[in-house]
């Protein structure tokens, strides 16, 4: 086997919390016997050969901060062999003898694209909130991300509660209902919609179904109703739901989009944080 001196690693696509934790164990590992280098901008710095060593001074006290300080990016490029073509050829001249890509399922595409033409190491760690990765149960991120849903929901909670109000949530995980699925079931909310469990082809059941439940829930609790909805799933997002409810139901209900904050974790900069410029 190929004795491995150089190790470059770039993060990929969507950020998750947890990447630098990964980065910073890496570093650590490897920072005695193995040089990494690290490719900004995700695949974007491999093709055009933005790098820079990273050394144990640059991952000191970065384990409790979101984001990456490697940066990520999508890349168009990776989807083309001439991209692919030059990224291999970066790796070559760099004398890179092994690839860790930290991302989800395009990351590990464009790793996949590389190791065929190319002749080092490829390792992909599952870097993703959305979990929807085949051969993992939780990927790097999900649960941090599921912890922040769950602070907000309960938050929201509280001025649900003060006006007995309904409110339609939508929660992160492009088309994998297990954010919303397990935030649902960790903050208590009335109704989970998810990939998993709703047909959304049966429009007319689906609002039906929902207002009956809060109409009940109403009647025996007179308290909140909390509708947890996973990102993509209803085909005029939850704007089209709160609508339907009220067009065809006349229930009345708040929305909230959680968003990017689920991919977020302590923006606080330690003493020993180092910026890579």
């Known amino acids: 086997m190929k004795y491995v001196q150089r190790v470059g690693l770039l993060t990929s696509g969507g950020d998750a919390p947890g990447m630098n934790a990964a980065i910073r164990a890496i570093v650590l590992a490897l920072g005695n016997d193995v040089e990494v280098i690290g490719y900004r901008h995700g695949y974007n710095g491999l093709i055009n050969s933005e790098s820079v060593k990273l050394e144990k001074i640059h991952v000191d006290n970065i384990i409790h901060l979101g984001g990456t300080i490697i940066k990520s990016a999508r ?48 390792i992909g760690l599952p870097g993703t909130i959305d979990n929807d990765l085949d051969g993992t149960d939780n990927t790097i991120g999900f649960l941090s991300a599921v912890n922040t849903a769950i ?115 302590r923006h606080v900069q330690p003493i020993g944080y180092w910026q890579l410029n």
């Open 75 to 122: 890349c168009k490029e990776m989807l083309e062999e001439q991209g692919v073509s030059q990224a291999v050829t970066t790796l070559i001249k760099d004398k890179i003898d092994a690839l860790i890509v930290i991302g989800g399922d395009g990351s590990f595409t464009g790793l996949m694209a590389i190791e065929k033409q190319w002749d080092g190491l490829v």
């Open 151 to 265: 602070d907000a929901i309960d938050k929201i909670r509280d001025t649900a509660d003060a006006f007995d109000r309904v409110f339609i949530i939508e929660l992160m995980g492009r088309h994998s209902g297990h954010i919303a699925f397990n935030v649902g079931l960790a903050s208590g909310a009335e109704a989970i919609l998810s990939f998993e469990n709703t047909d959304t082809t049966q429009h007319e059941q689906v609002v039906s179904l929902l207002a009956k439940q809060i109409r009940e829930h109403q009647v025996s609790c007179q308290n909140s109703f909390l509708i947890c909805v996973a990102e993509n799933l209803w085909p005029t997002g939850i704007s089209g739901l709160k609508a339907a409810l009220n067009q065809y139901q006349h229930i009345d209900a708040s929305t909230c989009i959680l968003g990017h904050i689920q991919r977020g974790a």
